[in-house]
């Protein structure tokens, strides 16, 4: 079975552009999650999509969005982008069952870096 | 609120040596999640065990071992007989009645030969 991919790996890009991540989860796995990490702030969640809905959010600006696709692929993007978000952007796929489920395992992709300069 | 501690920043061991990673949790909830997971310098997260709420058995996993006390809100990892591959950073999670990972600050080990 193939794990979670993240494309691109490596990114470079400047102050003021967006940009745009994809992650493709576990087959048969309907819920996705990203994560920011960065060395001052460590791992950070930012949001959980499950079926298309935003499920779940954490504490980062409007800048920060995401969308979900009816074959649960996940893209996040970020606008107008400022050095401090230059980060290592994991992704994480579980089978994401409805509410009053036990904890559903997460499986982690290798990451996006991203480099603002 | 949810919060993780892990104290300890970095370790150094020379291979062989045991080592006690720590994590402290702080949560309201009742029934929760905690976990381990390995980073390699390749970034990915390496899954390494979880334990709920309800479940205090420590549990070891050929040279890993972890111990949950609830009365501590710990829930520590020890690796026995260290050896290089350990090397990594070790990240402790917390989750709640969402599957919402709360990481740690981890802790890099480096293992020596």
């Known amino acids: 079975k193939a794990g979670v991919t993240q494309t691109p790996r490596y990114l470079i890009k400047t102050r003021g552009q967006q940009v745009t991540l994809s992650c493709s989860p576990i087959?048969?796995?309907?819920?996705v999650s990203w994560y920011q990490q960065t060395p001052g702030q460590g791992l950070q969640f930012l949001f959980e999509y499950f079926s298309e809905t935003q499920r779940n959010k954490g504490n980062f600006p409007g800048r920060f969005s995401g969308r979900q696709f009816s074959n649960s692929r996940s893209e996040m993007n970020v606008s107008t982008l400022e050095l401090g978000d230059s980060a290592l952007y994991l992704c994480a796929s579980s089978l994401g069952q409805g509410a009053g489920r036990s904890y559903n395992e997460q499986f982690f992709g290798p990451g996006t870096r991203l480099t603002v300069l | 609120a949810q919060k993780v501690t892990q104290a300890q920043t970095e370790i150094s061991v020379v291979e062989k040596e045991d080592v006690t990673l720590d994590c402290v949790y702080e949560t309201r909830d009742t029934t929760y999640y905690l976990f381990w997971y390995k980073q390699p310098p390749s970034g990915e997260l390496v899954f390494l065990i979880r334990r709920n709420s309800f479940d205090e058995q420590n549990e070891i996993s050929g040279r890993y071992s972890w111990n949950f006390q609830k009365s501590t809100s710990s829930f520590n990892f020890t690796i026995t007989a260290s050896q290089v591959v350990d090397s990594a950073v070790y990240f402790c999670?917390?989750?709640?009645?969402?599957?919402?990972?709360?990481f740690g600050t981890g802790t890099r080990l480096q293992v020596f030969p």
């Open positions: 999670a917390l989750s709640g009645v969402t599957d919402k990972l709360i």
């Open positions: 087959s048969g796995h309907r819920s």
